[in-house]
């Protein structure tokens, strides 16, 4: 079996992994990375979204093999509940979702958007979400936390 290193939230690990491992199911099941959860296994909603060298991707369409010698940023990674990432936390106050499946996935693909457009209008912030589904909101909340987060985070950008 091939094995891989990989920095997920800032720690290595060594893995022997079978081929067809998928890397959600690495992440999960052999790291505890727990936050990112299994949503349709085929690409399609985006709840298992993760950062993969600072670009998102669906961890459910990449075998772990092929993340080999790559750093990883999960949901858990970006922040802590005494220490909210301004993503996380604008969609805590928005009241951005409801059963909380897609949450994940909608804060990676939302941080991921505002690196190449900071101050994104609604359409853009629909348009950067399309691959991430929620089958429980209206999306309006959702955007209105996006709004939210890319404020605070141009704040913290500019206060820094």
Do not use: W
């Amino acid at each position: 079996m091939p094995r891989i290193t990989v920095t997920v939230d800032g720690v290595g690990y060594e893995e022997e992994v079978e081929p067809r491992l998928l890397l959600v199911h690495l992440l999960r099941e052999r790291l505890g990375k727990t936050g990112t959860p299994v949503g349709c296994d085929t690409s399609n909603c985006g709840a298992c979204t993760v950062m993969l060298d600072g670009k998102t991707v669906k961890s459910c369409s990449v075998l772990a093999v092929q993340a080999d010698g790559c750093d990883i940023v999960t949901i858990e990674g970006l922040g802590s509940p005494g220490s909210m990432h301004p993503m996380q936390r604008a969609f805590h106050e928005e009241h951005a979702l409801q059963c909380g499946y897609c949450t994940p996935g909608m804060v990676m693909a939302a941080i991921d958007l505002l690196r190449d457009t900071p101050d994104p209008s609604e359409e853009a912030i629909r348009e950067g979400l399309e691959g991430n589904l929620c089958r429980c909101t209206g999306y309006c909340n959702i955007v209105r936390a996006v709004r939210r987060g890319a404020q605070e985070m141009g704040q913290a950008v500019k206060s820094s």
